[in-house]
């Protein structure tokens, strides 16, 4: 596991943080993240740090054979590169459930590799691969300086979880990017925001999913069935969410600018807007990576279908290497699919259109969560037949209705909608105010200290897609 909670926010955080606000030598200063996210990296992965290495020697050698003018060399060393990194993927990731599969399909008995998955291989492996394929169709530029490059790949702020960030987006960053204390201030705020959502929301949310789903098939109904899904749904928004934020945020407080990664996706009306603004940072690279060579939509309505579902297939694959990712991916390529062919949608009330999304999205999740597909199928049966009201099953509702589960379950309901944003002359006065703004900054430290605690007290669990 990465730096233990306390340790990163107590020691590491603060000490980069200091010290890369009072060097001024842009030289000095990435050579201090480079190392701090190695140590990083390596605290919790001592042996795989040497894997996030080779991914970024791998790719910066390619980068350069991909910059020549030889269109045939370049292609082979591009379909090297690829392959490569696709490689490390399958065996690190992939190779359990591929042995596994193989079992299923023909009775056989073949022992499972179990080789231990580095945390978030997808993301840097998506990041290190953007960056050679843009050098090879000529959208960036080659960077000569392997420290440089290797910086890039292995940030901190988003290495683990993402977001999924181009080079070129912060290509300018890595040779001058400037501090003051206003952008330290913004950064650092929206890094305890993030914080706050994954400890006071996310961990409440999942402690209430974990227990449902953990619980025997016959202590479910259709009451306990639905508040598991419903949590889960709302925790992943929010773990998920909760750690863009804080990587925008540190981000913003070192002198980059990553894009945002979600848009409210839980105010979406349909399945293709949801994915524009769930994990954007993911949709756009398999759109740009995947899709657009694919074809797009420009070979006709049925190659068209084929090629959304086949970056769906993908989609899921990535987040997962068990077949109920995959079934997840494919539930909501389908839809997208029959979103684009059937006009219905649009002729729906606005109400009925997010009501369909929402259902949708969240029994997709179902899929998401449970461990097997016999799981996911005794949810599903609980979600629409679960009218058993024992004692046992309404026992098991009832222990997740505490008080303090409620109130943060109405916060998170309220969250997922863009209050601050309907109002932003009230959100300029906090600013413009000196009393207000001071509450604002006493709230935020408020909310720090109690996520501190909240996280020495054991409350804490780690970032659900730390395991992608």
């Not at 604002?440 to 200290?449: M, T």
Request: aromatic share 16%; net charge positive; proline share 4%.
């Amino acid at each position: 596991m990465v730096f233990s909670s306390l340790s990163f926010l107590c020691v590491f955080l603060p000490t980069v943080l200091i010290l890369h606000t009072v060097i001024p030598s842009i030289k000095v200063r990435n050579i201090l993240l480079l190392a701090a996210s190695l140590v990083f990296y390596a605290y919790g992965e001592p042996v795989y740090v040497l894997l996030l290495v080779l991914s970024c020697l791998m790719n910066y050698a390619f980068a350069f054979g991909a910059n020549i003018r030889n269109e045939k060399v370049k292609k082979m060393l591009l379909a090297f590169n690829v392959i490569g990194n696709l490689g490390l993927l399958a065996v690190f990731k992939y190779a359990d459930m591929a042995v596994a599969t193989v079992n299923g399909l023909f009775g056989a008995d073949l022992p499972l590799p179990e080789i231990r998955l580095p945390i978030g291989i997808s993301f840097f492996t998506f990041q290190a691969m953007s960056y050679t394929i843009d050098v090879y169709r000529s959208v960036t530029n080659v960077q000569k300086n392997p420290l440089k490059l290797t910086l890039y790949i292995s940030l901190f702020p988003q290495l683990i979880a993402g977001p999924i960030v181009k080079y070129r987006d912060i290509e300018e960053r890595l040779t001058y990017r400037t501090i003051d204390l206003a952008s330290l201030e913004r950064g650092l705020s929206r890094f305890i925001v993030g914080l706050g959502k994954k400890v006071v929301f996310a961990n409440t949310l999942g402690l209430v999913a974990d227990a449902v789903y953990s619980a025997s098939a016959d202590k479910l109904n259709i009451l306990s069935a639905w508040l598991a899904a419903v949590a889960y749904m709302l925790q992943i928004y929010y773990d998920f969410s909760g750690y863009s934020d804080m990587a925008i945020g540190l981000g913003k407080a070192l002198g980059f600018d990553f894009k945002e990664n979600f848009n409210y996706p839980y105010l979406s009306e349909s399945i293709t807007e949801f994915w524009r603004r769930w994990h954007i940072s993911l949709s756009t690279w398999f759109k740009e990576y995947l899709y657009i060579p694919l074809g797009g939509n420009r070979k006709g309505e049925i190659r068209t279908d084929i090629n959304k579902m086949l970056v769906f297939f993908f989609t899921g694959l990535w987040h997962g290497a068990s077949w109920t990712f995959v079934a997840w991916g494919a539930v909501h390529g389908l839809f997208t699919v029959i979103e684009m062919h059937c006009g219905f949608l649009k002729k729906m009330p606005k109400f009925f259109r997010w009501l369909y999304t929402s259902l949708v999205v969240c029994l997709a999740f179902v899929l998401f969560r449970a461990d097997t597909f016999t799981q996911a199928a005794v949810f599903f049966k609980n979600m629409f037949a679960g009218y058993c009201f024992d004692s046992a099953s309404m026992s098991l509702f009832l222990q997740q209705m505490t008080p303090w589960f409620i109130f943060v379950l109405m916060l998170s309901l309220v969250g997922v909608f863009p209050i601050m944003k309907k109002f932003p002359k009230i959100v300029a006065v906090f600013d413009e105010k000196p009393v207000l703004n001071l509450i604002k900054r006493v709230s935020l430290l408020a909310l720090l200290v109690f996520c501190m605690v909240r996280i020495s007290s054991g409350a804490y669990n780690p970032f659900i897609y730390f395991r992608f």
